[in-house]
């Protein structure tokens, strides 16, 4: 209604986008760019708006088919038919961790590089679905540098054997995608998270572990919502406590689903009257700070202090491998490229503080310089 050209997307197995829109649900083919005539039924008749709105529904399954089950008999013959690839059967290629949904949020990342669109405005599925969802990346990165990793890729790609060159292609084509996902999420400039969530206590409940997770995995989080509020009520002081420094916003209950351009309409103008409702709506936060605390030589202390707010401690995991620190919670991890004075140091001592996770380090004296 602002004049944008927005791209909607569905990204669930749901088919849920007719009955948002008030459609049918043959009006969205599974996989295809729809253009929907703006206007109408927003509540003041027939308008002509400048803007342009695109509605996208991937089913990440068949994407998932469509794609990739001709590439099974190959990736078994090329390598072998050994343990490593034999998931990769036509019939069970859902086992690849993350594949789904990566293909899905590539599809995304291709729209979001053409240039096409103003915004994009991506509707993720429930709790469950969506940590996975926004942990895809890494996880398929993860397992495929597992079975697979990037220098022998390189060894086969020095052959003569035509099938392993077309794999390496293949399978680098995917890391590729898997690269321009991570970094599309990650960029706090193009790329923001809104979280929407209820009062009841389990949903909060949800609320506190997304917000953990999407700390963790790098991704901005400028807004909740606070979805069918009744007066005022302790949960939205409950969810201001959760949400610390991000806005929350409330929408009110209504005895009418918000189905079509009238209730949609009706709850964007009490979500933005005020604001621009694609302006990012809280400062980013970022993904760690280092500071020198105490001491000098090899008696100083550093410390790594990264956000992760409300993270459960029993669920938290530390490593390290080589230059980089893995942190875990909540069933996700994230592996952190140290700054160089750190490298050069060991982890003595961490603690999960109010709002974050504080590791300490000292200066290793084998490589620490004189």
Partial sequence: M???RTLLVALDQTRSLGD???RGTDEFPVGELVELPFGGDTGAGEESVSGRLAALDID???LLEER???VAPMLTSAVGGGPVWTALAPGELTGVPGVQEVLGLAQIAEHAASGEFDAIVVDCPATADALRTLSAPKTFADYLERVWPRHDRAVALSGNDPRQLLLVSVVERVASAVASVEALLADP????????TTGERVALAHTRRLLTVASLAGLRVDLVVLNRVRGT???VGD???LAGSVEVRTVGASDHEPIGWAGLARIGDELYDDVDPVALQSEPVPAFRVAHESGSGLDSVYTLRMPLPLADASTLTLGRVDDDLVVGAEGVRRRLTLPSVLRRCTVSAAELDTDALVVR???NPEVWPA
Avoid: E, H, K, W
């Avoid at 400039?189 to 929407?196: F, L, N, Q």
């Fill in 2 to 4: 602002r004049g944008r």
């Fill in 20 to 22: 948002v829109l008030g």
């Fill in 60 to 62: 990440t399954l068949a």
């Fill in 68 to 70: 990739y089950a001709s």
């Fill in 189 to 196: 400039g193009r790329t923001s998270t809104r979280i929407v």
């Fill in 233 to 235: 009520g302790q949960a």
């Fill in 239 to 241: 969810l201001a406590d």
């Fill in 361 to 363: 380090f000292r200066p």
